[in-house]
């Protein structure tokens, strides 16, 4: 199936940033765009709503926490296109700050879909990548700020250049664990404002260079790049009306990853902010809007 067309997949496409992501990879991806939601209706609706703007996506539903759904978008990538060229990651959930749910609700049901969604994603359509594919795993600053704020003993797990995807899914249930017997901040977790997403956010940036380290390791002849971004804080149903970005704005960085020349060799296992690499655990100043 070489001749099959090229395709790149936008997951949680329907508004926000990923659906700015969707129009700007069909204007710009020479290829199939595949706009997935979780509600079909609301998929339905955004592809038409990009129709009219003279594009061309296709839909697919995708229930990141679902299995059968990520395995019948699999399926049908394969049987369509023999694989996949794009792959972006960007569904995910936030509790606003002062939302009254209880703690240990938002930390399983955020972690639930930011992370263990993401991962189970991961691994059933990143063995689909084709040569000089990109992968684009839309994270978050507040990444940084967890890290910042754990005990040194967390600290020196996260920043472990060795750790596997399975001791870091581990860590994901010990968080949320911790967090339902109340002993999170005993345990060393961050006590900072929207902490279930923070965390999350660190599971996410860390799978990303888990998963970067894999395709090194046992693609590099393939050349495929995977990276994460923080998007920044977004005027969207889950940023708020506050934020400092349009989704267009907030889609340039996912985009430009997803983008990079098939003669790239990097950014890979990196995270972008403002196009601009920031070195895991070392950023030195936040942006003045992430709430501590």
């Not at 594009?55 to 926490?65: K, N, T, V, Y």
Request: hydrophobic share 40%; proline share 5%; with cysteine.
């Amino acid at each position: 199936m070489s001749s099959a067309p090229r395709v790149a997949l936008v997951t949680g496409a329907n508004k926000g940033i990923g659906f700015a992501i969707t129009r700007d990879l069909c204007r710009q991806f020479s290829g199939d765009v595949v706009l997935t939601a979780r509600d079909e209706a609301r998929g339905r609706a955004a592809v038409q709503q990009l129709q009219a703007e003279g594009l061309s996506p296709r839909f697919h539903r995708l229930d990141i926490e679902d299995l059968q759904s990520i395995r019948v978008l699999r399926d049908f990538l394969r049987k369509e296109y023999g694989g996949l060229d794009v792959l972006v990651n960007n569904a995910g959930v936030a509790f606003d700050i002062g939302d009254p749910t209880p703690l240990h609700i938002q930390a399983e049901v955020t972690m639930k879909t930011n992370f263990f969604g993401t991962q189970a994603v991961c691994t059933e359509l990143l063995p689909l990548m084709k040569p000089q594919g990109r992968v684009v795993n839309v994270s978050s600053i507040m990444s940084f700020a967890a890290l910042k704020s754990c005990s040194p003993e967390l600290q020196q797990k996260f920043l472990n250049e060795t750790i596997t995807e399975e001791e870091l899914g581990v860590l994901m249930k010990k968080f949320v664990d911790d967090i339902k017997n109340g002993v999170h901040k005993k345990e060393g977790w961050p006590d900072i404002k929207v902490v279930t997403y923070a965390v999350s956010k660190m599971g996410v940036t860390v799978l990303s260079r888990i998963h970067a380290r894999n395709f090194s390791e046992q693609r590099r002849g393939d050349k495929i790049l995977l990276n994460a971004c923080c998007p920044g804080w977004v005027r969207t149903d889950m940023g708020g009306p506050k934020g400092i970005k349009s989704p267009e704005e907030a889609a340039e960085d996912p985009v430009y990853l997803a983008l990079l020349p098939s003669d790239a060799e990097r950014p890979h296992g990196d995270f972008l902010m403002e196009k601009k690499v920031e070195q895991w655990g070392l950023l030195s100043q936040f942006p003045s809007w992430v709430p501590f």
